[in-house]
Antibody, heavy 116, light 112 residues
Framework: EVQLVESGGALVQPGGSLRLSCAASGFTFSSYWMSWVRQAPGKGLEWVANTKQDGSEKYYVDSVKGRFTISRDNAKNSLYLQMNSLRVEDTAVYYC?????????WGQGTLVTVSS | DVVMTQSPLSLPVTLGQPASISCRSSQSLVHSDGNTYLNWFQQRPGQSPRRLIYKVSNRDSGVPDRFSGSGSGTDFTLKISRVEAEDVTVYYCIQDTHWPYTFGQGTKLEIK
């Protein structure tokens, strides 16, 4: 069974940093692109970033470019999102997703709240 | 970025009756590889989104056959042949042809 378990969400002040993690199991992690998608409270969805199987290609939505970094450790079956210079508008549930184009499984999400 | 426009945003439904959601894109979703990457997700309250349909009309494993997807180019539709109580929730279309991938605003089904 495919499982994606996010962690690391917290309350952080504007300008602060946070690192999200996603532990994957039930599939061959190193064979898949992986992604982060977010959903602001009561709002719609935004695809944040994705990374190729070996980490050699990474793509970011403009709103996070230069502030967020997606990375992965295939030996640990883990995906990460380093978030710096956080803004109030980054407040959202962050989902880890298997795949990029054609993503099929999402985790339950972790809440990031940016507030003073 | 490709703008995805869903309609209606709220859809009153009667259990046992059909329902239909439209999704239009601001540009063609036909990829250079010939595929059209338009998907439909369902999101129940407090849960993460679940994919129902991929590449316009392919149902995911375990998805009831009352759900169907159709369309081409810039105009797409999700249909539920007979709405059941468990279907009354929020649906999103998403295009992953062009980066950044973008979502529709969501359509909320409500009991009439």
């Amino acid at each position: 069974e495919v499982q994606l378990v996010e962690s690391g969400g917290a309350l952080v002040q504007p300008g602060g940093s946070l690192r999200l993690s996603c532990a994957a199991s039930g599939f061959t992690f190193s064979s898949y692109w992986m992604s982060w998608v977010r959903q602001a409270p009561g709002k719609g969805l935004e695809w944040v970033a994705n990374t190729k199987q070996d980490g050699s290609e990474k793509y970011y939505v403009d709103s996070v470019k230069g502030r967020f970094t997606i990375s992965r450790d295939n030996a640990k079956n883990s995906l990460y999102l380093q978030m710096n210079s956080l803004r109030v508008e980054d407040t959202a549930v962050y989902y880890c997703a298997r795949g990029a184009r054609g993503s099929d499984y999402w985790g339950q999400g972790t809440l990031v709240t940016v507030s003073s | 970025d490709v703008v995805m426009t869903q309609s209606p945003l709220s859809l009153p439904v009667t259990l046992g009756q059909p329902a239909s959601i439209s999704c239009r894109s601001s540009q063609s979703l036909v990829h250079s590889d010939g595929n059209t990457y338009l998907n439909w997700f369902q999101q129940r309250p407090g849960q993460s989104p679940r994919r129902l349909i991929y590449k316009v009309s392919n149902r995911d494993s375990g998805v009831p056959d009352r759900f169907s997807g159709s369309g081409s180019g810039t105009d797409f539709t999700l249909k539920i042949s007979r709405v059941e109580a468990e279907d009354v929730t929020v649906y999103y279309c998403i295009q992953d042809t062009h980066w950044p991938y973008t979502f529709g605003q969501g359509t909320k089904l409500e009991i009439k």
